[in-house]
């Protein structure tokens, strides 16, 4: 009898490393975990979904999806998604390349003639592929878009004044615009709107119908969730105080016109109807939505993707992009996930096909950190593995960035020069510049002080140094100081304003406007 008992111990202790996948879900031990993270991070609400082996084990909200109203995020909640859309439109390009329409390896110019770069051989040569795992050489340029009121093809028209800063196909660099030109592809060769498209090859088919495409849709329904961000963030390495300010609303962000880049709206309830595709390989029920090929060729590493964000390579590999997902080995196992992040929300997917196995997190914070500790978290749970402590992994990431950037800062103001004043009169500098695809900067003078207004950035400017002004905080730039730099000619008159509108590429130049 001893013995027996003695030969069970040593097998637990044999297998103790799956000990914690045998053990039963407990649900209300994962709601507690919930509930204080959301008060760590002082996040209004979330929505979980975690599949394990083909079975949901979670599916609720927690939190709130309106504070003033104390409405509570439940499973049925919408939320935005943002960048976890790219996947949506890499999916309707497979469902194409399926229909023999479409080629992942052929010139999108075959698609898409009034394709125009700023290369022309990128012009000639890029092709869908390349559109979908960003390596086009072209940087992101998100201000092109973000606080514009241009059309989908009107930023189509503006791509060919942006200048590569890498070679083609050298480098993952992520741009959204890319996949608004895929979204366009879809438009062509279908002959429908991508909307309509993903609605009807998609939405339609797996019964996604409280998911929609335009953020005015959403706000019609009973369950939607507001949109938060914090001020700023409460910065200092003790561990026992709050981890950011409290969660403030703040209006909705309409990006329709780059929407096969970000502008899907979902709840938890259909996503699990999606993320079940790819455990599924390719089927809805007994229909096949797509080729076990296509959807293969979506899930396939194309690039290095990016820096590893914690460092932590014990537990997950590199970043690679496929197409519409990222991707890496987590704990052993092959995963493809994507982060979304959108004014006032943040969400995060993963997915191990070969565990069959999903974690969908949707959340309404703009600190895009909080989605992936949840999602993180979860996908250990699902996979067996005792959960890191991915909150405070974050937390050192996030001060280790405070960290840099306020070194970066510190170097660039080193570097500044003292007892320096602009060449000339304050209102010289007044004007409208402007750049054919950015369009107009606009600076105003007015009681000895500068003002920009320019693409969502209305802020007064303080001296920096000779003709060069600065604004302090703006996140887009080396350092957290974004420089404004204005040439002067020789005649005395200010010629064009230097603006850097993207890290590790030259200022962009925008010419002032002659009267």
Not at 122 to 143: A, K, Q, S, W
């Amino acid at each position: 009898m001893k013995k027996h008992l003695l030969f069970v111990i040593a097998l637990f202790f044999l297998f103790g490393s799956n000990a914690y996948a045998e053990s039963v879900f407990n649900e209300a031990q994962y709601k507690k975990y919930l509930k204080e993270e959301l008060y760590k991070w002082q996040v209004p609400g979330c929505a979980v979904l975690i599949i394990r082996d083909n079975q949901v084990i979670f599916k609720d909200g927690c939190g709130m999806r309106d504070i003033k109203k104390r409405l509570p995020v439940t499973s049925k909640t919408i939320f935005p998604i943002g960048s976890c859309s790219k996947a949506f439109t890499a999916f309707s390009i497979g469902i194409l390349v399926d229909q023999k329409k479409m080629d992942l390896d052929k010139p999108a110019k075959n698609y898409y003639p009034q394709l125009r770069l700023n290369n022309k051989y990128i012009t000639e040569n890029v092709t869908p592929r390349d559109l979908l795992c960003h390596r086009t050489g072209i940087p992101g340029y998100d201000l092109l878009w973000y606080g514009s009121k241009l059309t989908r093809y009107q930023l189509m028209d503006r791509l060919r004044y942006l200048r590569p800063n890498k070679g083609f196909r050298d480098m993952f660099q992520y741009n959204n615009l890319t996949y608004v030109l895929a979204g366009v592809l879809v438009e062509k060769v279908s002959g429908k709107s991508w909307e309509t498209f993903i609605k009807e090859n998609i939405f339609v088919p797996l019964d996604m119908n409280m998911t929609n495409t335009d953020i005015n849709e959403s706000i019609k329904s009973d369950n939607y969730s507001k949109p938060y961000c914090h001020g700023s963030p409460i910065m200092n390495d003790s561990r026992d105080k709050a981890y950011n300010c409290a969660p403030e609303e703040i209006p909705f962000h309409d990006i329709s016109a780059v929407g096969p880049a970000g502008s899907i709206n979902s709840n938890i309830e259909d996503m699990e109807k999606w993320v079940r595709l790819y455990i599924s390989n390719g089927k809805a029920g007994e229909k096949q939505l797509i080729s076990p090929e296509s959807l293969e060729q979506l899930m396939y590493p194309q690039i290095p993707g990016g820096r590893h964000f914690s460092g932590r390579m014990d537990i997950m590999s590199p970043p690679s992009y496929c197409l519409g997902w990222g991707s890496m080995t987590y704990r052993g196992n092959y995963v493809i996930n994507h982060a979304g992040s959108i004014d006032g929300f943040t969400s995060m997917i993963c997915i191990a096909p070969g565990k069959k196995t999903a974690v969908v997190v949707l959340t309404n914070t703009f600190k895009s950190s909080f989605a992936s500790i949840i999602a993180y978290d979860a996908l250990d749970r699902a996979l067996g593995c005792e959960p890191e402590k991915w909150s405070d992994i974050f937390r050192e990431a996030q001060l280790n960035g405070v960290r840099a950037t306020e070194n970066a800062t510190q170097q660039i103001s080193d570097k500044r020069m003292k007892n320096t004043g602009p060449s000339l009169p304050l209102k010289k500098y007044a004007g409208r510049y402007k750049h054919p695809a950015f369009g107009e900067c606009i600076i105003t003078e007015n009681k000895g002080i500068l003002h920009i207004n320019f693409s969502g950035i209305d802020s007064d400017l303080e001296h920096w140094q000779k003709d060069t002004f600065a604004i302090k905080g703006i996140e887009m730039a080396e350092g957290g100081i974004m420089m404004f730099g204005f040439v002067p000619n020789k005649s005395g008159a200010v010629a064009s304003i230097t603006i850097p509108l993207e890290a590790g590429t030259d200022p962009v130049v925008f010419e002032k406007e002659v009267k």
